[in-house]
Structure formats: C-alpha cells, structure tokens
C-alpha cells in the first residue's frame, strides 16, 4: 500500500490537511447548493404544527382562557394551557440558572410575548387562524421595567417566591431581588480607593440586546408509542443537556430518548436555553401521538428568547498621579427579567463578570452584582461571548478611558504602563482567576505600529483645531480596546450546568482502509467543527483531513458533551480530539513496531507513519497500521483502532487581543464612518487561519452592530418597541467596513495543543473598541462618558449637548 | 373561506400546477408545498433576504409575496442555479473565499449576487456593497461575501471573453 513515488515529507505533512492549514470548508457544499437541513426543514409524516397565544401584556392576571372557538376550527387538534400541562408538573420548568419559568400561563403574565396557550394544528395558517381565536381574558397589573424602582416598589412580580429569602444564589433582599454575588475583598478596595492620588468614577448601561442568530429558535418532537421512543429535533446548542432535562422532566428514561440537533442556522448563545417551545412541542407529541414542530418567527424571537445584557455598572478605579493603578471597584444591577433564566455556570449568577480586571495588574479588586425581576423577556445568555464577559471587558475598557481622561493621559500609554508583564504569568488575579499565558506589550505595540497612532493622534488634534476654526464639521475618533477573555469552561469543579460537569468528549474510529470518523459533544453552528476537528485529528494521527468525517448533534451516537458555547469547542472539545488521537497513535505505535518486528520504543511517529529509529527507510503507514488492527492476529493486542476521550480541562484559556478603529463623525448628523477598523487576535495555536479571521470579521460585525445602534428597548408600559428588523439593527454590506487582521501567537500551556478559542474575541474586544471611537471623538470637547448604542441620534445627541451644534 | 386559486408555476424549470389558498405565501409554497428548501425564512417583513428567489428576471423576496401575485411566474431558487457535478462559478467562489458559516443566509445571498452580475456583470466593491444590502448576513460581517462575488464576477468575465 505504500506510494509508488515517494514523497517529501514536506508533501506528506501538506497531504495532511492539518494544524495550520488554510483548509476550505467540508459544510460549504451543501450549504452552497440549498441543501443544508436546518429545524424548519424538517418534515415528517403526519407532522403537526404548534403556534402560540403570547401575552399583549406584560404584566396581568390571566382570568379566563376560552379555547372553544378556536378547538371548534377544522384543522385544529389541540389547544394547551397551564391547566393541561399542571397534571404533568410541567406548567413550570426550571431554568438553567436554578430559577424557575412558566412554560404557560399559570395565572398571570409577567412580560410581553409570554407563552399563554399553545395551538396545535394541521398546518401552519390554521394554527395562526386559531390562536386569533383563542378568546383570553387579562386584568392588567402595574408593570415594572426598571430594576432600580423594582428594587423599591410594593408590587411583587413573583408571588409564586412569596416569603423565600433566600434563591439559588444566596440571600434575597427584596421580593424583586434575585441574589447578590460578590467576589474580591470590598473592605480593602475601598480603603485603596480613600487613599488614593486619583479615583476615577463613572456609572454606564449596558443595554438590552439579542443574538438574533438568522435562524429562528424551533423543535420538532416525534414520540413513537409503539416504541417508547422520543426523538426531538431541534436548535440545541447543548443536545445532550437538552437530553438529560428532558429525561428529567418527562421521567421518560434517558436512553429511549434521542435528541438530534439538525444544521444550526447560527446561534450566538440564543440557542443554549430551553425554551416553553420546545416542552409544548415535546409534551403536544406526547398527546397526540404524531410529530409536532414548533419554529418561532422573528418578532417572536426577539420578544421571548434569550435577550443579552442588561447590565448598569458603576465603577471606581484608583490609581497613582502617574498611572499605575491601584484598584478597582464594580457593582452591577442586573436586569434578568421575569424570571432568572441566564446560561451561567451553576456557581457564576453573573457568569465570569469578575474577569472586569481586564488585561491590567490590579492589585485589589470588588465586585458586587445583584440581580433583579422586572417586566421584561427572561434570559441574560452570552451573546457571542463567555458568560458575560463582554460586559466585564466593555467596563474595564471604559473605566480605563475615563481614567486616563482623569489623569488628562494617553489611553494607549495608560493602559500599557498598567499591562499584567509577560513574566507575570501564570497570573492570579485580584477577582480569583488564574490567567494561563500572554505577551500584552508585544501585541499592543504591534497594533499601535500597524496602524501608526503617533500620526493618528496628530492628525486627530489637527482636526479638533479645524473643527473650532470652523473649516469642518467633521470630527475624528480613534477608538482603542485591549482585552483579555475567558473561555472553554470547565474545569469541572468549578462549572456546571443543572449539575452537569462542564467537560467535553471525542470518540474516534479508524475503518480498515485508513479513513476516520470522529463523534463530538459540541455542535457547530456555523463554526465549521466538520473542517477543523478533522485538521486537528489529521495532525495527531496522519490521516489526512479530508479522510476523516466529523459527527456532531446527534445523542444516539455522539459522546456526552456540554456543547458549543463560550467559545468551549476548541478549548475543551478540540483537546479531547487530540487526546483521544493520541490514544489511537499508542494502540497504532504497538501495532506498527509488530509489523515491523522490533520493540514498541524503537519506533516513532512521522507524520503519518511509524519509522524504525535510525532507520527512516523502515516505516509502516497508518493506513497500514489501520488495516492489520482489523485484519491481523497481533498477539496481546485487541483487534479494531477506536479511541474515546473525556477532558475535563484544568484551567480556563485566556484569549487576547489590541483593537484600534479610527472613525470619522458629521457632527451634524450624528453619522460615524468607520475608516478603518485593525484587529490583532491572539487566539494561542491557530488551527485553521481562515476560519479564525472569517470568525474575526463576523464578530466585529457583530459587535459594531451593538456598540452603535442595536437594541431591545421597551417603553414603560413594558411594551417592546424593536421587535422587528425594522427597528431592531442588524449591518448589511452597505454600514460594514473591511477589517484588517492580524495576529500573536502565545499558546495556552495546558491545553494539548495550545489552542485558546477565538470566536468571541472580536464581539468581546469590538463593542468597547467601536465605542471608545465615538466617546474619543468627543473627548477634546469635555465628554467623558455616554451610553451606547451610538446611532446616528443618541450621537447627534451628545454633539447638542456639548454644545457642538451652530 | 375564499376559493382557492388555479395556480401554474414554473420552478427550476419543472413544470407545478395546484390549488392554493390566495393567501398562501411563496416561500410556503416552495418550501412546503414543492419541497424547494434552498430559500430560508429568518424575518417574515422582507428584510434579511435569506427568501431572495429570482421570480421573472427580478430578485424577490418569497415571504413576502403571496401565491396569486405569483401565478404564471417562472422562478429560479438557489437549487437551479447549479447542480453538484456543475456548480455555478458563485457557488465555488462562496467556497473558495469562505464566504459562508452556518450557511442560512447562503442560498438567498448566492440567488441575489447571481442576478446582481446578470444586472451589472462588472461591479465594484461599492456596487455589490449596495446591491447586496437586501441580504443579511449575521455570521460573516461580509467582508468574504462581498470578496466571494467581485472574484466570480472576473471569472465569470474572463470566461467569456475567452468564449468570445
């Protein structure tokens, strides 16, 4: 079986496919052709449609539910409500943050959009004819949209907590209050901050947002009776946690139910919770015996699944006359909504928000954050980062700018000078994490060169001085952000979800004639998983990537795994790859030194083959290793070449990276244009480079999207007012800019093969960079700090108030 | 309930005659009824594009367009653009330049950049920015997109001039 001509090494390595290689992606055929299968393509025979009676109200009694004409309609089979659901305990579901949510009605409404009734008919239209006819009677109650006065009113949103002090979180203070996290040391923060030189202040809102991934969230579930099987289809970012609550929920033994998540049509951490959707069409199958599917449409989307942020920091930093800070001090409300439905790790209410250090060497640090129900949607979800760690980088990154404003100092120069040092690392930090590796100084200084900020600030003070001669109207902004996230949860001791440890698998086989296929926990949603795990796995084992076939979403088959989320895939899923091709190279080592007749220690791996040591002309190739593991008596060893790994890792990852944008605002209008936008990322070992910058350019995109204009905004009556693509902002072509990309490479020292994860960094390190370029524009004209998102009004706006405008 | 409509389409150059409620939507139609399930549905309001179909020459958005406006029409969907053993040079640009993630956006995206270079066979970067700004994309930030269709525009150029 070996090759007529010999190739180079240098050919084989290239034949591979693998770490490092700009490999196109293995999904783009289907994809290309209309023949992905995403949930709404799903069709099964007999299949039913559910559709939903959603609350106009956001807060009211429910005093009746009328379900006669509308079960009087042809065509409708079904109408469900808490009472139909009470018998099964499951008119109530726990959330993933300990709380608990009505999956319908039970009594009353707590926001706009909530679940009332669920219709399930023969077909689409005649579900939407009948929830028109579903006749529900409301008795409005006052509504709360801001956490601050909830945090004062009689008015107790959950009466179904009457009398609880305490959640799954701790204490409660108040009948709104959900918990109070702290982390950090407050008593010497403070005594920090009353001895310091300079104390800076700001109070910032992080607004309400939403993934809104182009696919909406939906399910179909399909009990066979005759079987005890249930199958459910759906947009899970965590199949197999959707399997396990299930099970729990259902009481339906987890091996007769199979959970399959079809091609995602993005997620952005919209797709990690459990919805009232997917229990109706769950618990509808179960009645009516057939399969029923669910697809919610956009407004509903927005409406009721999975908003992000909603955070109102207010922070302090101290620091000496010349810069050095000294400490920090945080404390968050938290909005969470009607119920407390966050995808946090079991023991981080506010996800990893103590990461609010940032990139800097703070010596003491608080943080302080209290979560509260108002009458807004449920959710609080990672939108395109790990568990909330935009928001904490958005606050360092602001409170640095208006520090250096305070010290009346570079930004750049302040936050270099503040750098947790290269040597410094494995760095502990003042909010309890352990930073696994970086090189700060020499990214930043590699940005600023690349983009050449000595003439950028110059140019910038010329205009400024043009501006108040009035030769222009136009003013210029340079916007810097330097971010440290934190990803690929586990370890296990310390993450959880519902009490499942945060680990994730890979299960491996070789076929006989040399190809693969590879089982992961996770699943991509656009990631391209199929394209990079391979190149992974070519790497450790020397097959060549196009050889092997990557299996995610499917329960039956794939190992347990906690999913794709938090940029956890390559951090947690990628080292079990690796892990469990090393497992197969050992079995293969043994195999290749009885083939060719000499001890297991005098051959080694080349790449894609085992040489004699010393004697590189006596080798035996993995496929070959592959067909005697199959076909060969190989005494003491098992027959067949499969490996399964479970990593739990030891340490989180630490991606970093130095974002500078230059942008140019009409003062009149209140329009930015962005000029240029430069991204270094450095994401440790880079699997496959045009992944991570297509990754780069989406969460930018991203990013700018919700530094300058989207938003889920309600007016007082609880009312969402951006509920369509009309109001709610998502960039096309025309508003987006051309990045340039750029990297470091500091690989993490713990994972298999350094590989940090990369997919959020741009959203987490974009919204404070975009932002700091507006502020920045303004800031030679007194503006120290105003609240995102900067559309083209609210920038028009802080122009009028700086008194700009003629 | 009205009467429902004598319905005649042509998809993909196949051929479809049924009886439709009037106010059955096209993307319905394709989806469901034919089983065309290239186009997508990501908004309902005509924004995002992920329907974009080509419907008598022009780019039209399906979810938004009910069946009886569309009776007699000739449509093209992603799935007549190619087929897998002749992809149009769109479909292997999109690759080629990863111009693409989840792909939901992709077969309406691909539909519309096909009869974008049928209107402007030349466009610079500015005239696809502009004419693909009916087309959400919420994975990419488009950079790849816009990258994917300038490159099959010359060589789709370049082919005919060799032709020529």
């Known amino acids: 079986m070996k090759d007529d001509v010999e190739l180079t090494r240098e050919d084989r390595v290239a034949n591979l496919k693998g770490m490092g290689c700009a490999r196109k992606r293995v999904e783009d055929a289907r994809f290309t052709q209309g023949k992905g299968n995403y949930i709404d ?50 008119h109530w579901m726990p959330t993933l943050a300990g709380d608990k949510q009505m999956v319908l009605a039970d009594g009353k409404v707590l926001f706009q959009g909530q679940e009332v009734a669920f219709v399930v008919a023969t077909d689409r239209y005649i579900a939407a004819d009948a929830v028109e006819l579903v006749e529900v009677e409301y008795e409005d109650l006052p509504v709360i949209t801001d956490p601050f006065e909830a945090l004062k009113s009689d008015i107790v949103l959950r009466e179904d907590l009457a009398g ?20 950090g040391d407050e008593e010497a923060t403070n005594q920090v901050m009353d001895e310091a030189e300079v104390v800076a202040e700001e109070t910032m809102y992080y607004h309400r947002t939403h993934p809104c991934p182009l696919e909406t969230c939906g399910s179909v579930a399909s009990m066979d009776k005759v079987n005890g099987k249930l199958t459910v289809y759906g947009t899970f970012q965590a199949p197999h946690v959707v399997r396990t609550v299930a099970s729990l929920l259902s009481g339906i033994e987890e091996h007769n139910i199979r959970v399959i998540s079809p091609d995602i049509g993005g997620g952005f951490g919209n797709k990690v919770g459990v919805y009232p959707g997917y229990v109706c069409s769950i618990v509808a199958s179960i009645v009516t015996g057939v399969p029923v599917k669910w697809v919610e449409d956009r407004m509903e989307n927005l409406m009721s699944t999975a908003f992000a942020r909603d955070y109102w920091m207010k922070g302090r930093i101290s620091a000496t006359k010349d810069g050095k800070i000294t400490g920090l001090h945080c404390h968050v409300t938290a909005d969470h909504g009607a119920f407390d439905a966050c995808a946090d790790p079991t023991k981080f209410p506010a996800g990893f928000m103590s990461v609010c250090t940032g990139s800097y060497d703070i010596p003491v640090a608080y943080l302080g954050v209290d979560g509260v129900y108002t009458n807004k949607a449920p959710g609080g979800v990672s939108y395109r980062c790990s568990f909330r760690v935009t928001e904490a980088v958005y606050f360092i990154e602001r409170m640095i700018e208006v520090l250096a404003i305070e010290l009346n100092m570079d930004a750049a120069e302040l936050r270099r000078i503040n750098f947790i040092g290269k040597d410094q690392f494995p760095y502990q930090s003042a909010l309890g994490w352990e930073y696994d590796s970086g090189d700060y100084h020499t990214a930043w200084d590699k940005a600023l060169k690349a983009v050449d900020y000595e003439g950028l600030r110059r140019e910038q003070s010329e205009r400024v001085t043009a501006f108040k001669q009035g030769e222009t109207r136009s003013l210029m902004g340079i916007g810097l952000a330097f971010f440290t996230e934190i990803v690929g949860a586990g370890p296990v001791k310390n993450c959880d979800i519902l009490g499942m440890g945060m680990f994730d698998s890979c299960e491996i086989r070789i076929h006989p004639t040399g190809s693969a296929i590879a089982r992961l926990g996770t699943i991509s949603q656009g990631q391209g998983h199929a394209t990079t795990f391979a190149q992974i796995l070519a790497s450790e084992i020397g097959i060549p990537a196009d050889s092997i076939t990557i299996e995610e979403g499917d329960t039956d088959t794939a190992p347990y795994g906690l999913g794709t989320y938090g940029s956890r895939s390559t951090p947690v899923a990628g080292a079990a790859t690796a892990m469990a091709g090393r497992k197969i190279r050992a079995k293969a080592q043994m195999i290749a030194a009885y083939l060719l007749e000499v001890h297991d220690d005098d051959v080694e791996f080349d790449v894609d083959r085992f040489v004699v040591k010393g004697a590189p002309e006596r080798f035996k190739t993995m496929a070959e290793v592959a067909y005697a593991a199959y076909n060969q008596a190989i005494p003491g060893i098992e027959p067949g070449l499969e490996a399964v790994s479970y990593y739990d890792p030891p340490n989180m990852t630490y991606p970093f990276g130095a974002y500078v944008c230059v942008m140019d605002i009409d003062v009149d209008t209140g329009v930015p244009t962005i000029r240029r936008f430069y991204a270094l990322d450095d994401c440790g070992t880079r699997i496959n480079p045009m992944v991570i910058e297509g990754q780069i350019h989406g969460g930018l995109t991203e990013a700018l999207a919700v530094a300058l204009g989207q938003e889920i905004a309600y007016d007082d009556m609880g009312n969402v007012k951006t509920g369509t693509l009309m109001d709610f902002f998502l960039p096309t072509a025309w508003e987006v800019p051309n990045y340039e990309t750029d990297h470091t490479v500091t690989p993490s020292p713990h994972h298999p093969i350094g590989a940090k994860g990369v997919g959020e960094s741009p959203h987490v390190g974009g919204v404070p960079c975009f932002s700091n370029a507006v502020m920045d524009a303004f800031r030679a004209f007194g503006l120290r700090h105003s609240n995102m998102p900067h559309d083209h009004w609210r920038i028009w706006q802080t122009a009028q108030d700086l008194g700009l405008h003629k | 309930m009205p009467e429902k409509l004598h319905i005649k389409l042509n998809v993909n150059g196949k051929s479809e005659e049924f009886l439709a409620e009037p106010r059955e939507l096209l993307i319905h139609t394709l989806r469901e009824r034919l089983r065309v399930t290239g186009p997508h549905i990501g908004c309902d309001s005509s924004h995002c594009g992920a ?26 969907t992603i799935e007549g653009l190619g087929t897998p053993d002749a992809l149009h040079v769109l479909q292997e640009s999109f690759r080629e330049h990863h111009g693409l993630q989840c792909g939901f956006c992709t077969p309406g995206m691909i539909t519309r950049a096909a009869k974008l270079l049928e209107e402007n066979p030349s466009p610079s970067e500015e005239e696809v920015r502009f004419g693909m700004a009916g087309n959400i994309c919420r994975c990419t930030g488009y950079q790849n997109i816009v990258k994917s269709i300038l490159a099959a525009a010359s060589e789709m150029n370049a082919a005919k001039e060799a032709a020529e």
């Open chain 1, 41 to 90: 393509d799903i069709n099964l025979p007999g299949m039913l449609h559910g559709d939903f009676v959603r609350s106009p109200y956001a807060h009211a009694k429910v005093l009746s539910i009328n379900t006669e004409a509308a079960m009087a309609l042809d065509g409708v089979i079904a109408v469900l409500t808490a009472k139909d659901l009470e018998p099964l305990s499951l």
């Open chain 1, 164 to 183: 609880q002090t305490s959640g799954a979180h701790g204490p409660r203070k108040h009948h709104n209050h959900i918990f109070t996290w702290e982390v």
């Open chain 2, 51 to 76: 329907c974009t179909v080509t419907l008598n020459g022009k780019s039209v958005k399906s979810c938004t367009m009910f069946i009886g406006q569309a009776n007699g029409a000739e449509i093209t």
